[in-house]
């Protein structure tokens, strides 16, 4: 089969479209034929390489996956070949304390496709039966793909973190990030108001298109002066951080009294810093989020085929190009979601 494959961590230039054998499935397993894989910012730290962690190598990257199913193993009975599904990105070991009481993403082997396993930038990807979920006939493989990783993210970050409350002010950080255009969504779902930070207008306007109240420039603006201006010098209730070391301190001078800050991600850096003495006298709570459960995610895909939450796409691109999409995500060039067309 036609794959994307890495055998050695750098840039953009180590990913090969190229053959590779297919993969062979076992009993207890469903093989996929993928029709879309959409990248995520976690592509790009696996590609490069993360301090402490082992990537199998070669590795197929892609953990945003929908497609056909191609084939089942013997004990698989409840999927059908021809069937239409997305994959839920993570991978538990299905027995322990954590995986029993439907919080999959803290069991202690949780890994996901194309982490720790190859992922869908393949033709073909083989998957347990408990990743398997059924996509409606009218759902674009495209769009089914742009949903697991960052609605499951955003969901399990406002909703079950953070216990977002309708009539709360909420600022999104990044909102062309996968993660902040989802959680604007999510957000306005809620009931809560919105303050959406992008670094140029353009992306300003399309948050403001997916339900963003407020709007601030961070290229122009200062993240805290503005959410505290439009907020009568309150602060905001929560803050949704995924970019890190560049924003940390100012997303905690954010925080009204008893005010969350809920973060998925540092991708400008790990050294966030901040004054404790905020953290006491304003009764704040800093929580990190990891994925979600796959109930989780089949809450969020409910909600996008009643049409409250949309998966928000820039652009779709072939397989081929899944170097050159990688560099788009790098430079921040996007709105929204890259999917690669398999
Ligand atoms: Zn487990």
């Not at 560049?246 to 901040?274: D, H, I, P």
Request: hydrophobic content about 45%.
């Amino acid at each position: 089969m036609k794959a994307v494959v890495f055998n050695q961590h750098g840039g953009p230039e180590v990913l090969q479209y190229t053959d590779v054998p297919d993969p062979e499935i076992a009993a207890n397993e469903v093989l996929v034929r993928v029709r879309a894989c959409a990248l995520n910012h976690l592509d790009l730290w696996v590609r490069r390489g993360l301090p402490g962690v082992r990537i199998p190598m070669p590795h197929i990257p892609g953990s945003d996956i929908a497609g056909e199913v191609a084939r089942v193993g013997n004990l698989v009975s409840d999927v059908r070949v021809g069937e239409r599904v997305l994959l839920s990105p993570g991978i538990s070991c299905g027995h322990c304390q954590a995986c029993s009481s439907g919080a999959e993403n803290r069991c202690r082997k949780y890994t996901l496709f194309g982490y720790g396993v190859d992922g869908g930038c393949a033709e073909f990807v083989k998957s347990p039966i408990a990743n398997i979920i059924p996509i409606p006939e009218d759902m674009k493989f495209e769009e089914a793909a742009a949903i697991p990783v960052v609605f499951l993210t955003a969901w399990h970050m406002l909703i079950t973190r953070a216990q977002l409350q309708p009539g709360e002010d909420v600022l999104v950080l990044a909102a062309g990030s996968g993660v902040g255009s989802v959680a604007i969504q999510i957000a306005k779902l809620t009931g809560a108001r919105v303050i959406a930070t992008a670094g140029s207008d353009a992306k300003l306007v399309k948050a403001r298109e997916l339900g963003a109240d407020d709007l601030i420039n961070h290229s122009k603006q200062d993240i805290m002066e503005e959410a505290k201006r439009l907020t009568g010098k309150r602060g905001v209730d929560v803050v949704i951080e995924h970019v890190g070391e560049a924003t940390w301190e100012k997303s905690v001078l954010s925080l009204a009294q008893n005010g969350r800050l809920v973060t998925c991600g540092a991708t400008t850096g790990y050294n966030g810093k901040f004054d404790l003495r905020y953290l006491f006298s304003r009764n704040l709570s800093l929580l990190g989020s990891f994925m979600g459960s796959r109930a989780e995610l089949y809450t969020v895909l409910k909600l996008v085929i009643e049409k409250k939450l949309h998966p928000v796409i820039d652009r779709v691109m072939p397989l081929a190009e899944c170097a050159k999409a990688h560099e788009l995500l790098e430079n921040r060039a996007q709105f929204g979601k890259i999917v690669l067309k398999v």
